[in-house]
């Protein structure tokens, strides 16, 4: 056949099946991508979030066994000593501290525990509530859980950029899991195996990445619901949940429950109580009334009002800052429907804000039981260890990708999934993140970092171009 006649034999058009075989094979690709290297970039944060969240899931038990000679009396006696008595105990003893606040558990085996201010640090003071003797004293950033609670939200080392990063981790989580997902969907539906059960006897790479999707599919949800949950203690994604609870009136009202008019104030709950619901951490301060002749109330005083008001315990009675501060009586129940923020005038006591569950908008009452989950609190043991299967399986997961990794990893090469061909599929992966960055912010702003210094940075290195592709 001459060239002449080859030229006019039409030109054979890929499929329309092929196209989109194509197109998928690049998507895929492309979002591999980013759940690699996201993965590779974050997976150590996300372990030291599982591990410490794992540990401080049991508090409860952790603190009853390690400081039981200071939490717990041998016995109750029919009688206990007033609380103004506990008072002056703590007082005599710590003459140059402060007292700050005083909580009252629901065990009658548990002492009380007083918060005091001395030299700069914070102390609890545990005090049997029997006879008023001091069983112990606890500095606070010494408790083990403390350290374990750090760790989980500040990474230990404390900050403003320590909380950033663990905010910005707990989010491409998020990410991993929309994009791993989209990777574990099976394409192939005649078969369970590699898609909700394991294929137990292959070995190698298989076997592996096997014990990573599967798992991770069956934790997804879970894993999601703890980390929602989180967010609303986060400083970037914490703001916005608390504006959006604002601007859409599902947050909780300023002075619920009040009685007369309240003099404005712009110093938050959170800044003068301690052990306050998420709900009423910005509840804004009344002040009290100084008049002649009136002294302010006691400790009885506010025990008898939270027994009226009928708080459940624990609950934490705040003492006031100066002469127009108020007692805060708080409680962050397990129960969150027990939640209760009560603000009394110290000399009259008056009842100047009351705000309970059934106050917060809808939005808050769900943040609040929310919280209560992710803290292990909601319903007991069984919630405890939900957490703690969650939390174990998070950290298998990212071993199993680190094992499935390594198998996979040439030498000279950091292993990365082939980076697509198709520019517009990159392009349009690249917009579903920055719509990602949009309601996460500071993954938006992480992409935008990373983009930059792959155009401008990692490009023009030659060695680590090579390596990083």
């Known amino acids: 056949m001459t060239n002449a006649n080859l030229e006019k034999q039409p030109q054979t058009q890929p499929s329309k099946e092929k196209i989109n075989k194509k197109t998928k094979t690049a998507f895929y690709q492309t979002v591999w991508r980013w759940h690699f290297y996201a993965g590779l970039i974050f997976s150590p944060f996300l372990i030291i979030l599982a591990f410490s969240g794992g540990v401080y899931l049991f508090k409860p038990q952790i603190e009853s066994v390690l400081y039981a000679d200071k939490y717990y009396v041998q016995e109750q006696e029919s009688t206990t000593l007033a609380p103004n008595l506990q008072l002056e105990k703590v007082n005599e003893a710590f003459p140059d501290g402060t007292v700050t606040s005083i909580t009252y558990f629901d065990d009658p085996l548990r002492t009380a525990e007083f918060g005091l201010m001395e030299n ?47 905010e910005l981790a707990a989010c491409w989580a998020v990410i ?24 137990w006897r292959s070995k190698g790479r298989i076997f ?9 599919f069956w934790l997804s949800a879970f894993i999601l619901i703890f980390i929602a949950t989180g967010l609303p203690w986060s400083g970037v994604m914490g703001e916005q949940i608390n504006r959006m609870a604002a601007s859409t009136n599902t947050g909780y009202p300023n002075y619920a429950q009040s009685w007369g008019e309240k003099p404005e104030s712009i110093v938050k ?8 619901p998420w709900a009423a951490e910005n ?7 100084m008049i002649n002749g009136y002294v302010p109330l006691t400790l009885n005083d506010m025990t008898f009002i939270a027994e009226t008001e009928n708080i459940k315990k624990p609950y934490t009675i705040t003492m006031p800052q100066g002469e127009a501060g108020v007692f805060t009586i708080a409680t962050s129940h397990a129960r969150p429907w027990n939640d209760a923020t009560l603000h009394v005038d110290q000399y009259t006591g008056s009842i100047l804000s009351d705000v309970r569950f059934n106050d917060y908008g809808i939005m808050a009452q769900g943040i609040t039981v929310g919280i209560a989950l992710h803290e292990g609190r909601l319903f007991g043991l069984a919630n405890q260890v939900m957490g703690l299967i969650v939390c174990i399986g998070l950290i298998g997961l990212i071993i199993s990708s680190f094992i499935m990794w390594k198998k996979r990893k040439p030498e000279d090469k950091i292993g990365a999934p082939p980076k697509s061909k198709d520019k517009k599929i990159t392009r349009i992966v690249f917009v579903i993140m920055l719509i990602f960055g949009v309601f996460m912010p500071l993954v938006g702003i992480s992409i935008i970092i990373v983009f930059l210094l792959d155009r401008l940075v990692f490009a023009k290195i030659e060695p680590l171009n090579k390596w990083l592709r």
């Open 120 to 166: 700069g640090q914070m102390s609890s003071i545990y005090v049997n509530q029997n006879n008023g003797e001091i069983t112990g004293t606890i500095l606070n950033e010494k408790k083990f859980t403390e350290i374990f609670k750090k760790l989980h939200s500040e990474l230990i080392i404390g900050g403003t950029f320590a909380n950033r990063i663990v």
């Open 176 to 199: 991993l899991l929309v994009t791993g997902l989209y990777i574990w969907w099976p394409r192939n539906r005649a078969s369970i195996w590699g898609t909700v059960l394991p294929r």
């Open 283 to 289: 509840l804004p301060v009344p002040t009290s009334t």
């Open 208 to 216: 592996w990445r096997d014990m990573h999707a599967v798992p991770a």
């Open 269 to 276: 709950t959170k800044e003068v109580a301690d052990e306050v």
